[in-house]
């Protein structure tokens, strides 16, 4: 917006909505203001999107769906409007703290993670039954109020998003609960945690590895629900399990060692019913009982609704590390945790062999620019989806300025299906026809392909060291009556 479309305090919204103080977003394309309505004297909280139109489109089929969601666990929704030069939505205030706040203090027992979860997840599948995803779910955007609710933000129903992805945050958010880190399998803007703890191989540690005192059979279930080549259950599904595994003698006491056992292939998936989610608890004493402990004097307000990580209450600055709580006796000596390459457009391009016709390269930059909602393309094939059986496949050359230890590559995509691998070579043959046809009679399998991959995959390499990758697209996904595939994020990890 320009500075004359920018609303500002004492503005009144709709004719009804007065703005009372800019609290989060400031500059971007999300803000958060504390409002009033002036109609019934009550406090609102106003999320503003520039610009409206179009691109506010998800965002206003969200908040219809939120506020036919008839769930305690989602904030209410009172309004959303659409002006054009900007869109807002019109929600209730929450007083009170965001999990991220408990989290950053101290961890939750695992009957208090279950509870909390299962709770978030009757709201995200009420979102699910109307057909759109929450796409910013994690600690910053889930409120435990005054009143003893845990409370989930608006959805913000990004394109690109899927159901799967949230169901995943789940299963990172009460990782989160029982570790206080975040799995960074699971991508979320600024969570405010800390990373979760990887192994040598840049797996994220067993929860129970962390935190000894987690069940074994909780543990087991927060590791599938993070592993993308296992399908999650519903959102649903995942509420009932929670539940059912949070009553007494449901899962054996936490245990010096645990077997993992996968939790996701015992679930009888079929028995429930996604479209009548479990009605969320509204009065959650237990979870009440550790908010009293953590916050602050003053009334502090929702918090990070706005996914820049902007905390609108003025809570504690983020931590940037955290004891775990691992057992660190007889240990291995310390391994270097992997860390991200920082990539930029020159560091990318596009293969395409022949018969490929080279000139399906426009966006490519976008796969590095760590936004999800923009990304590169490939061409729609309609008679094949090994790309009209016109080339062996398209892929993403990504050079890493020198050879490098690599442990794994993520890679996001905004439709499920493809088959995926990695190439490496040590030097680039060219940007050319015929250097693309080096790539692949040249370089070395580095990661298996992965068939009917989700939308987002973590391509694990074991530690050998390269310059150059290629994320390697050797099927595509159904899309419009073809097929096609839109990568939107790349990340890759080296020690």
Known sequence: MSSAEVPSVGDLLAERYRLEEHVGGANGHRQLWR????????????????????????????????????????VDVYDAVDEGRFAYVVREWVNGSSLRGVLERQTLDSTHALELVASVADSVAALHDGGVTHADLH????????????????????????????????????????????????????????????????????AADVVPRVPAALSTLTADLLDHTQPPPSAAELAVELRRLNEPGAVEPAAESHTPTSVLSSMNLGRFKPET?????????????????????????????????????GAEEQIT?????????????EVTA??????????????????????????????????????????TYYND????????????????????????????????????????????????????QAIVDNFTV???????????????????????????????????????LTVSDINVFVR
């Open 385 to 436: 989806p090994k790309f009209g059986n016109l080339k062996p496949g398209m892929g993403i050359l990504i050079d890493l300025g020198e050879a490098r230890e690599v442990t794994s590559v993520r890679v996001q995509m905004t439709s499920a299906g493809a088959t995926v691998g990695l190439l490496a070579g040590d030097e680039d043959p060219g940007d050319s026809s015929d250097g693309d």
């Open 321 to 333: 590390g955290s004891d775990t709580g691992a057992d660190t006796t007889d240990e291995e000596p």
């Open 338 to 379: 992997p860390t991200e390459v920082e990539l930029t457009a020159d560091s990318i391009r596009v293969v395409d062999p022949p018969t490929g016709s080279r000139n399906n390269t426009e966006g490519i930059e976008t796969v590095v620019d760590g936004n999800a909602s923009t990304g590169w393309s490939t061409s």
């Open 277 to 313: 989610p479990p009605a969320g608890m509204k009065r959650l004493a237990v979870i009440a009982a550790v908010i009293a402990g953590v916050l602050l004097a003053s009334v502090i307000t929702s918090a990070v609704v706005l996914g820049g990580g902007d905390d609108p209450a």
């Open 35 to 74: 409002g009033v309505d002036v109609l019934l004297h009550r406090s609102v909280a106003v999320v503003l999107r520039s610009p409206g139109g179009e691109d506010a489109a998800p965002t206003m089929t969200a908040a219809v769906a939120a506020s036919r969601a008839h769930v305690d666990s989602m």
């Open 139 to 206: 600690p910053g955007t889930i409120l435990l109020s005054e009143d003893d609710r845990v409370m989930v933000t608006e959805p913000r129903n990004e394109p690109g998003n899927t159901a799967v992805e949230d169901v995943r945050a789940l299963g990172a958010t009460l990782y989160a609960c029982l570790t206080g880190t975040w799995p960074r399998v699971v991508p979320a803007e600024n969570t405010g945690l800390p990373d979760a703890a990887t192994d040598e191989w840049g797996r994220v540690l067993d």
């Open 446 to 484: 580095l990661a298996e392909p992965v068939t009917d991959a989700d939308t987002n995959i973590e391509l694990q390499v074991g530690g050998e060291t390269t310059r150059y990758i290629v994320v390697w697209v050797t099927e595509l996904p159904p899309s419009s009556g073809g097929y096609k």
